[in-house]
């Protein structure tokens, strides 16, 4: 399955542009994989996070080889993208997703 897009996340190696698009990311909703990510981070999600668990994206930080991801409901918690997936996830996305920044 694919995993969340980043676009509308803030680039951190742009000085704090936008990556893709101007639109924030807020207010969109993802889900829980349960899969993926580095051993410890994941483990650590699954003690908080249930599987297909739905969350609201509050700002999605863009990195260079990682990327995370924080929601309104756990405010100052940071989480891998790559255990979320987009809950719309269209084909035009997909295509968009493609596009690599480096």
Known sequence: MKTMSLIGGIDL????KRFKSEVSPAGRSVFFLSENGRGIELEHAKTL??????LTVKEIYVGRSSSTVEFEEFP????????FA??????????????LPF
């Open 76 to 83: 100052g918690r940071k989480f891998n993208t790559v255990m």
């Open 86 to 99: 987009d809950l719309d996830d269209s084909e035009e996305e997909e295509e968009d997703d493609l596009w």
């Open 49 to 54: 996070l249930a599987e297909n668990q739905i």
């Open 13 to 16: 190696y742009a000085f704090n």
